[in-house]
DNA sequence: GGTGAAAGGATAAAATG
DNA sequence: CATTTTATCCTTTCACC
């Protein structure tokens, strides 16, 4: 992991469908260089996986929330993460310190179906209690912070 | 916007570096259809971009925080928002409903680095206080939610 | 809207310095 | 480690349906 390294991952970061020839070029290597390149970073864990990153409101998720799960006393906190990852509109989930055991992030069409999955969070054993904060709006979200960084829009 | 749309999100969620010849593979089409596709649903905005995802852990920033921000009462909500995102500890950024003009999500190296960002949070102007929750662990963070997926795991 | 073909480029895997 | 090379595959455009 040196600074070239670091070059490149910044560049898939901000156009993670750039070619390799692409980051040759923005780095000042050959294609195959930077191949090889990748290849470890990716082998090794530090690039996880490339997503596409979409509007959510342009494909029927409008209503964004975060949700604390605050814990009842038997609770195990991994058979409940387990529970989490089963409901598809929890998009992320962090075990966090606190009074809470977890928040999640809940992504769904309308708040009819917010309070459906609320209802569904609180019916998972070991969840004591929620408590919901309304996304109003997303001023920006999943920026690269590592290195430098112009701007924080995508392609 | 059709069931094939969604099936080349899906797939471009997963696998953000998909070749339109994979993704044409998997939708049943020509290459160059997924192409034509592709191309309109990021020229309407509904695919805003292609990014690699890091380990956090591996690129050394190590420690995540929920931090929310209690408005001043003469904040400017854009100002605040504007002073945010200039600070690049700051990955995610929300506008809330309740006592918290915003919800940030913060990545840093140390927890030393953590007490200065917090630091640099209050200074904002419009910023009254901060209520910082630690992230212990991140169970799973930015699934694609919207159609079928078998597993979360990306490429 | 889609297909298929063809030129130009990119990828992946060698051998080499 | 990077480069160059090579065969293979992909991208992109275009004529056509």
Redesign the interface.
């Known amino acids: 992991?040196d600074a070239l390294d670091?070059q490149i991952?910044a560049a898939?970061?901000?156009?993670?469908?750039a070619t390799y020839a692409d980051l040759g070029r923005q780095v000042g290597l050959s294609a195959s260089a930077v191949h090889e390149r990748v290849g470890k970073l990716?082998s090794?864990?530090?690039?996880?996986?490339?997503?596409?990153?979409?509007?959510p409101r342009?494909?029927?998720?409008g209503v964004?929330a975060?949700v604390g799960i605050h814990p009842s006393d038997t609770a195990d906190d991994d058979e409940v993460?387990a529970a989490?990852?089963r409901l598809?509109?929890?998009?992320?989930?962090?075990?966090?310190?606190?009074d809470?055991a977890?928040?999640v992030k809940v992504?769904v069409a309308t708040v009819d179906d917010l309070e459906r999955t609320l209802v569904r969070l609180r019916r998972i054993d070991g969840v004591a209690r929620t408590n919901t904060?309304?996304?109003?709006?997303?001023?920006?979200?999943?920026?690269?912070?590592?290195p430098e960084?112009p701007a924080?829009?995508?392609?």
């Open positions: 992991m670091r991952i898939l970061r901000t156009n993670g469908r990716e090794s864990g530090v690039i996880t996986g490339y997503h596409a990153v979409v509007d342009l494909v029927g998720l964004t975060l993460a989490l990852a598809p509109e929890v998009e992320s989930c962090y075990a966090v310190a606190g809470e977890f928040v992504r904060t309304v996304v109003l709006s997303t001023r920006f979200e999943g920026r690269p912070n590592s960084e924080p829009r995508a392609e």
